[in-house]
Nanobody, 117 residues
Framework: QVQLVESGGGLVQPGGSLRLSCVAS????????MKWYRQAPGMERELVAS???????TYAGPVTGRFTISRDDSKNTVYLQMNHLKPEDTAVYYC???????????WGRGTQVTISS
């Protein structure tokens, strides 16, 4: 049974930083592309960043240069380091995966990130 458990969100001021974590289970983590998504109120869920099995990372335009995705295959964990946060980064952040069998798994609860002064 696939599980994705996100953590690390919170309330920070503009310009601050947060590090999100996602612990995965139920599939072969080392063989999966891992992704971070976010969903702001009233908006569709959007892809923020992804990292493949050889640590090549891609980012959405609005977060390029501010966010860094990384993974630790020994811990089945993917991270999202978020720096220089802006109010428009406020959203619930989710992780998910893609492998040769599935394009995505079941969504976890996500972790709330709120950027406000």
């Amino acid at each position: 049974q696939v599980q994705l458990v996100e953590s690390g969100g919170g309330l920070v001021q503009p310009g601050g930083s947060l590090r999100l974590s996602c612990v995965a289970s139920g599939f072969v983590f080392g063989s999966a592309v891992m992704k971070w998504y976010r969903q702001a109120p009233g908006m569709e869920r959007e892809l923020v960043a992804s990292i493949n099995v050889v640590d090549d990372a891609t980012y959405a335009g609005p977060v390029t240069g501010r966010f860094t995705i990384s993974r630790d295959d020994s811990k089945n964990t993917v991270y999202l380091q978020m720096n220089h946060l802006k109010p428009e980064d406020t959203a619930v952040y989710y992780c998910n995966y893609q492998n040769s069998i599935k394009n995505w798994g079941p969504w976890g609860r996500g972790t709330q990130v709120t950027i406000s002064s």
